[in-house]
């Protein structure tokens, strides 16, 4: 591939992208090159807003078992873009087939596996916390900070054959927290304040709550801030 363009000069870059594109076209079509593909549909979404190309690609790539190009083709069903039915359980399962792949956006996947067996709406309504707790903890033992925080919520919450657990709800608030989920933090602290479901520990309950206000802070301050200053 070419070197980068001096960015100056229009015709530069625009000569550029052309052949950029070209490449990754050549990776995908002729090549067959899974990752050429998946650069191909984010090429043909940022660069030439062909929605619908880039939704044509992520679906062939996706059948080829490309876990990222998966993950988007979910996305685009979840919002109906590249002009694609808004289909919640076309969207569920290009996230099952992310999640059992590895990926960049795997895990995210898997966090969205869970929150669409949570909501119920792929299945006429009714919420699956089975499916929604297993993928929840798979995305959670990644690292993902909102898969802990709610699993931590339904084990605090509890529902029919799937009872309450202030101890496991305790565990993943804190892992949560750790990972920096502001409102796990909060919840965790409140735990030990009023000894709820585990011992009451006021040192602890304070420590939480520091922390969930020193990151509500960091959170606050890094959306105000602007370039330049």
Known sequence: MAGRPD???EAEVKQYLEDL????????????DPDGCHRLAEYLESIRKDFPGAAAVLR?????GHSDSCYKLGTYH???KGGLSIDLKAAYNCFLKSCGKDGK??????????????DGRINDDKPDLDVARDYYDKACNGSFAPSCFNLSAIYLQGAPGL????????????????LGHVWACANASRMYKLGDGVDKNDDKAEALK???KDLHKEQKEASTLVFGE
């Open 60 to 64: 062939d790539n996706c059948e080829r």
């Open 78 to 80: 979840i919002t109906g």
């Open 21 to 32: 594109g070209t490449e990754y076209s050549y990776q995908c079509h002729r090549e067959k």
């Open 210 to 212: 520091k922390r969930a």
């Open 163 to 178: 009872p309450k657990d202030m101890n496991l709800a305790l565990k993943y608030s804190l892992k949560a927290c750790d």
């Open 105 to 118: 956006k795997s895990i995210n996947a898997c966090h969205n596996v869970g929150l669409l067996a949570h």
């Open 7 to 9: 960015l100056t000069d």
